[in-house]
């Protein structure tokens, strides 16, 4: 089992930036990759950006945020970091954190609001 904690969603002004956290905690060795996803309302959840936490730390964007968003992990900590500038209305979701494990099973965060607003 792994567990997942998200932390950083809150009301940012557009153009604002905003860090979420997301900590994972119990059976940590048996994950390989965590990611972010957002769902606004009326849409579907779709992916936001993913990270290999094995050898490599190979990252994948969605086109929507590439080159506004940044994910990375300290590993040390068990945790995963999505830091996020320039802000637009259209990135107000509320973002969930996502780890899959070995042998395949998915787990998730109990999500965040982000809302980008003036």
């Known amino acids: 089992q792994v567990q997942l904690v998200e932390s950083g969603g809150g009301l940012v002004q557009p153009g604002g930036s905003l860090r979420l956290s997301c900590a994972a905690s119990g059976s940590i060795f048996s994950i390989s990759t965590m990611g972010w996803y957002r769902q606004a309302p009326g849409k579907q959840r779709e992916l936001v950006a993913t990270?290999?936490?094995?050898?490599?730390?190979?990252?994948n964007y969605a086109d929507s945020v590439r080159g506004r968003f940044t994910i990375s992990r300290d590993n040390a900590n068990n945790t995963v970091y999505l830091q996020m500038n320039s802000l637009k209305p259209e990135d107000t979701a509320v973002y969930s954190c996502?780890?899959?494990?070995?042998?395949?099973?998915?787990?998730w965060g109990q999500g965040t609001q982000v809302t980008v607003s003036s």
């Open positions: 996502n780890a899959i494990t070995v042998p395949i099973r998915n787990y």
């Open positions: 990270i290999l936490i094995t050898s490599g730390g190979r990252t």
